[in-house]
């Protein structure tokens, strides 16, 4: 076994440190100490980081955050400033006489939040020096650390938080804690894998079991078919495409059933062409019900009816809508000629001529006299208005001077007092020449509404010749004559209608529904009308009819069935190929399982077998040491280790032909003082190196029992390197005191003092 110690320990970006390096000076001991948060714990999470790739802590903290968390990748764990692009973590050791650094670098990208040490860390540089020069990179192997590092976490180093965590967790889980102890996490990760991948292969099996089953019952109700006779393909459907119609039709069990299998697609053929003649009945009266049916049926009658006077009911429309409203409009203040375009228009054939062109020459003279009329009387009443303002100015200052002449118009007369006459006369004069006016208008008036009324007169008569009435008229205004001339057409292809002017609606309405009801066909009940409506809306359209025989149907059934033979025989090969690819699997499955079971069972022999070769390996030595660390406990005498089978677990016993575990009556302190023995154990019969780390002993086990550790380690390792670390200074200066005393080089490195050297640096 090699002599192994730390010379330095150094990291840059690395948890709260931008750079720094510890020196450990070849010492065969050292205290790491200083009060809690000043870095002793990087120092030991550096060398197990550099040793094992990872801080196993860490790892557990994993299980604590949900997957699908999301954290900010801002500030990332273990680096100290995101700025700095890089992580690295050196070790230095000497090793015999050779000067060995190991070291791990990583980029700062690589990290993520939180960490994962599969991503990081993965590559381990080892160097030497020589003449204090770092030489070439060397093989691992080379100086027996394989090995070591291998066992580092399990053999050689205690981290603080291996043993509060156990002081922190349940005391059923303590027993679980007791067997990662005996390094068998990865035999149990293991033998978890393995059961779970059982448990999904006996799932798949089952699954792969069910298939079988399936697919078994489905050949023994399958015909197997076979390849016969071939027959010509034909078409039936011309003017669309139908799957089963086609060359190569894929047929299944449920497309076969609807087209060759009872009332299927073929036989509603053969029912349609049996029964052409009755669907053409059928569909015929449906027709015909549908036209007794139309809500343009009730109406129908007073169509025909009104058929030949359409032209004399659009024109007593016109008359009543278009004529009458512009007669009635007509009077002196409204001579404005809408009516000529109407009855040279619409009535021009049923008004006299001379009529037409009295009336239009009429409007011709009166509107030129009411133009006049209107701008005379405006002129009029403006002159009037005006003479009076200058009569009123002429009475009021001019008729003070005794004028003769007059102002208005500059007439002389004989005095004053004629000339006022005048004045008034004259006012009279204007004043009655303007109804004079009006009176002739009025008078032409009246002239053109005497010829009016002779033209609504005369109108009044043609429409009594031609008996319309107003009952008549208001059917008119309600019937669609567009749409009953297509009903009409519909009606006639069932027989014709004679339509005579003395008939009446009501005489219509019985012939209508007596001649359609007569133009049915009598049916045959027993058929299946709907069926056949279907056949034909669905396929027989789309058909060529000389396509559509008996003849035809057969062929398409023949080469559909040698079709379907052809798949069945197809189909049943294809169940019977998966059913032998399930077989396939679940034999795979089968295979697997008994294999994965005789796995379990080596591994869990393994692990028994490995447990109890280490419990027999260490009792002894554990039983030593778990009795000198807790001296004041069993009277000095140690535990024994014990494995009991039927729980499946490892017990600390204080007899050994006891089943109750000694961790019941144990103080916190004690339960730790067990794993600073059993690693202690494990350290001095196992490892590789003599090297043994512990981090903050006196921290977590009571104070008598610290007696018992500082004596147990100084003189069971004292050809060890160990490295310690205590936030009390009097326990450091004590360490450091005890194994100086025995021999063993002891340094106390008060870290506290370098954090503060380092800030005063900043």
């Not at 000339?419 to 006016?437: F, G, M, T």
């Not at 107003?470 to 749409?483: I, N, R, S, V």
Request: charged share 30%; aromatic share 12%.
């Amino acid at each position: 076994m090699s002599k192994i110690k730390i010379v330095s320990v150094s990291f840059e970006n690395f948890k709260g440190f931008e750079k720094q390096e510890v020196l450990f000076d070849r010492y065969q001991s050292i205290i790491l100490s200083g009060k809690n948060g000043f870095g002793k714990t990087t120092v030991f999470d550096a060398i197990e980081l550099v040793f094992t790739g990872k801080i196993s802590r860490y790892e557990s903290y994993l299980s604590f955050h949900r997957q699908n968390t999301k954290f900010s990748q801002y500030a990332l764990p273990l680096i100290y400033d995101i700025r700095i692009p890089q992580v690295v973590i050196a070790v230095t050791l000497q090793i015999d006489d050779e000067e060995v650094v190991l070291y791990r670098r990583e980029q700062k990208d690589s990290f993520t939040n939180p960490i994962h040490f599969d991503r990081v860390f993965n590559e381990l540089k080892i160097q030497y020096k020589k003449d204090g020069i770092l030489q070439d990179e060397v093989y691992r192997g080379q100086f027996g650390l394989d090995d070591f590092m291998n066992s580092y976490s399990f053999l050689n180093y205690v981290s603080q938080e291996e043993a509060t965590s156990f002081l922190k967790s349940k005391e059923s889980d303590r027993a679980e804690q007791i067997n990662k102890l005996f390094n068998t996490t990865k035999i149990d990760k293991q033998i978890d894998k393995i059961t779970k991948i059982d448990k999904k292969l006996k799932e798949a099996n089952r699954g792969y079991k069910a298939q079988i089953e399936t697919i078994t019952r489905e050949l023994s109700e399958m015909d197997k078919g076979e390849e016969g006779n071939i027959f010509d393909y034909t078409r039936l459907v011309t003017e669309k495409e139908f799957d089963w119609d086609m060359e190569n039709p894929q047929l299944s069990y449920e497309k076969f059933n609807s087209v060759l299998g009872e009332n299927g697609i073929l036989d509603c053929l053969v029912y349609y062409f049996n029964h052409q003649e009755d669907y053409s009945k059928w569909k015929k009266n449906k027709k015909i019900d549908a036209l007794l049916s139309s809500p343009l049926f009730p109406n129908f009658p007073y169509y025909l009816v009104l058929f030949y006077q359409q032209y004399q009911y659009k024109l007593y429309d016109a008359f009543k809508t278009k004529l009458l409203p512009a007669v009635d409009k007509v009077s002196i203040d409204n001579l404005g000629d809408t009516i000529s375009p109407i009855v040279q228009g619409i009535f021009k054939d049923e008004v006299d001529i001379d009529l037409q062109e009295k009336i239009k020459s009429k409007f011709q003279m009166i509107q030129p006299v009411c133009r006049s009329a209107s701008q005379l009387g405006k002129a009029l009443v403006d002159l009037q208005n005006e003479r009076e303002k200058m009569k009123s100015v002429f009475y009021k200052s001019y008729a003070a001077l005794n004028l003769k002449d007059c102002p208005l118009c500059g007439q002389g007369y004989e005095s004053t007092e004629v000339l006022k006459s005048k004045i008034d006369n004259y006012e009279r004069v204007i004043s009655e020449a303007y109804p004079e006016l009006q009176e002739g208008l009025g008078k032409m008036t009246n002239e053109l509404k005497e010829l009016l009324s002779l033209l609504i007169e005369t109108l009044q008569v043609k429409f009594d010749e031609w008996n319309l009435n107003e009952e008549g008229y208001t059917k008119f205004k309600e019937l669609d004559f567009d749409a009953y001339k297509s009903y009409l057409q519909e009606i006639t292809k069932f027989g014709g209608i004679e339509i005579d002017l003395e008939k009446t609606a009501e005489d219509y309405y019985s012939l209508l529904q007596q001649r359609l009801n007569d133009a049915k066909d009598e049916l045959n009940e027993t058929l299946d009308y709907k069926r056949l409506d279907i056949t034909y809306g669905t396929l027989v359209k789309f058909m060529n009819q000389a396509y559509l025989n008996l003849e035809n149907i057969e062929k398409k059934r023949n080469y559909l069935l040698s079709q379907w033979n052809a798949m069945k025989s197809k189909l049943y090969r294809a169940k019977e190929k998966q059913k032998q690819i399930f077989e396939c699997r679940k034999n795979f499955c089968d295979q697997k399982i008994n294999s994965l079971k005789k796995l379990t069972t080596a591994l869990t022999d393994y692990k028994n077998d490995y447990l109890e070769k280490v419990i027999s390996d260490i009792e002894i030595l554990f039983y030593v040491y778990s009795g000198r660390i807790m001296q004041e406990n069993y009277y000095g005498r140690g535990l024994f280790i014990k494995k009991n089978s039927s729980l499946k677990r490892v017990l600390f016993v204080s007899e050994y032909q006891s089943d109750v575990d000694a961790l019941y009556n144990l103080s916190s302190g004690q339960l730790v003082s067990i794993i600073f023995a059993f690693v202690m154990a494990l350290n001095k019969l196992y490892s590789s190196q003599s090297f043994i780390a512990i981090d903050d002993p006196v921290q977590t086990i009571d104070d008598i029992n610290v007696w018992g550790f500082i004596e147990t380690i100084r003189h069971a390792f004292k050809d060890s390197f160990i490295l310690l670390s205590t936030h009390e200074d009097e326990y450091a200066a004590l360490l450091r005191y005890k194994l100086s005393k025995i021999g063993i080089p002891a340094k106390c490195i008060d870290m506290s003092e370098i954090r503060s050297r380092l800030d005063v640096v900043e």
